[in-house]
């Protein structure tokens, strides 16, 4: 029995996860009592109408299960734009961004190039969930600019925006066993005629080489270290490389998120990995725990990101902390527009700010990162980069 204390949803939701539950013990069984964790995540998060950001569950904001930066302050797309000012200097003035949420960094991204005069040709939104299309067209309707797409294009020259995208892929696990590392997935168990979702290490195997390249020194990890591998998200950023590569003029990528360089990520003392589910903004480790309901989210391993971006065809332009980013973009000017004796408008905004860039909150945890060709950074984003310690 799960044992964690949070809130209890409706009967339609509990309907629902019970649903989905079924679809993935189903696909469990069709495959001999085992599947890849990456496979239980992707059912999780993506099953069609039942996993959770293709359902109808709000799943961002207040209401929600977590709260994006994008969500916390309309600072942080105005940052964004007041860089891509810059970039389109170099490049077409067109964006694309992947996993938009509700749509509010587009919308704030957008009204910061209205308010400053930034021409945009095109915003183009890849995005897989119907449901936050839906909010998305609502939220975005007053700009004619905003294109939807369901999957990659071929080519694209322009910027690429992606605000907590990679979190989301499903990872595979790992574990260092006496044998080797072996993979981590899920079976299911029956408990008075009850089934049960379980993790079990696959039978009869170890891991196949390639499995386990994106960690350093994996010889030199303790028996029982768990963690995650990222193949889905590798091969999303190698795609993405691919597709600007195509083009030969200037072309960037930002991705932003909370991870670590691979050193850090795969440290001895981070035994048990970096997985972590999201419900009703309470944080627990489950993954299990009424699927369809929850987030399951990986830290991002950036070495592995910006690797695979250099595998793709793209160079690594920068890596920094968020706060660096956000005080490099400019975003205490933004925040002076508004006059401080104004505190009604002025203190939200700067409690936001605080949180975005201090240490102890979104600062040093969230990481960005930039690649792209032919494409030169303003000087004081060049400053403080720490790309060498990818």
Not at 296 to 321: K, P, Q
Request: include cysteine; aromatic fraction near 8%; glycine fraction near 8%.
């Amino acid at each position: 029995m799960h044992k964690l204390s949070l809130p209890v949803p409706g009967d339609d939701a509990l309907a629902a996860s019970s649903a989905l539950q079924q679809l993935i013990i189903d696909d469990i069984r069709q495959h001999q009592g085992w599947i890849a964790f990456s496979r239980y995540m992707e059912l999780a998060l993506y099953a069609p109408d039942l996993g959770y950001y293709s359902g109808g569950a709000t799943k961002l904001g207040k209401d929600g299960d977590f709260t994006t930066a994008p969500e916390m302050s309309s600072l942080f797309g105005a940052a964004l734009a007041t860089l891509a000012s810059h970039i389109f200097t170099q490049t077409r003035p067109e964006i694309m961004e992947f996993g938009a949420g509700t749509g509010k960094l587009a919308l704030d991204f957008l009204s910061e190039c209205q308010l400053s005069g930034i021409a945009i040709d095109r915003y183009f939104i890849v995005e897989l969930s119907g449901e936050l299309r839906a909010r998305q067209e609502e939220l975005l309707k007053d700009f004619p600019q905003v294109v939807w797409l369901q999957e990659m294009p071929d080519s694209f020259s322009g910027l690429v925006l992606g605000n907590e995208v990679l979190d989301a892929m499903p990872v595979d696990l790992v574990i260092k066993t006496a044998d080797g590392w072996r993979e981590v997935g899920v079976a299911v168990v029956d408990e008075d005629s009850v089934p049960r979702l379980i993790y079990r290490e696959q039978a009869g195997q170890v891991c196949h080489p390639d499995k386990i390249t994106q960690i350093p020194d994996a010889a030199a990890l303790p028996v029982g270290y768990l963690t995650e591998v990222h193949a889905v998200a590798s091969g999303f950023m190698r795609s993405m490389a691919q597709m600007l590569a195509k083009n030969q003029g200037a072309t960037a990528a930002i991705f932003i998120d909370y991870g670590f360089p691979a050193a850090e990520y795969y440290h001895p003392q981070r035994l048990q990995g970096s997985l972590m589910c999201h419900y009703r903004h309470h944080a627990h480790p489950d993954p299990f725990y009424l699927p369809g309901l929850q987030d399951i989210t990986a830290h991002v391993d950036f070495t592995a990101m910006a690797r695979a971006a250099l595998e793709g065809g793209l160079e690594l332009l920068n890596y920094r902390s968020q706060a660096g980013f956000l005080m490099s973009t400019g975003i205490a000017d933004l925040l002076a527009r508004t006059p401080a004796e104004q505190a009604m408008q002025y203190l939200p905004l700067a409690n936001a700010l605080q949180k975005l860039v201090s240490p102890a909150e979104m600062g040093e945890l969230f990481k960005v990162l930039i690649v792209g060709q032919q494409l030169e950074l303003p000087e004081n984003l060049l400053r403080l980069d720490r790309s060498h310690r990818l």
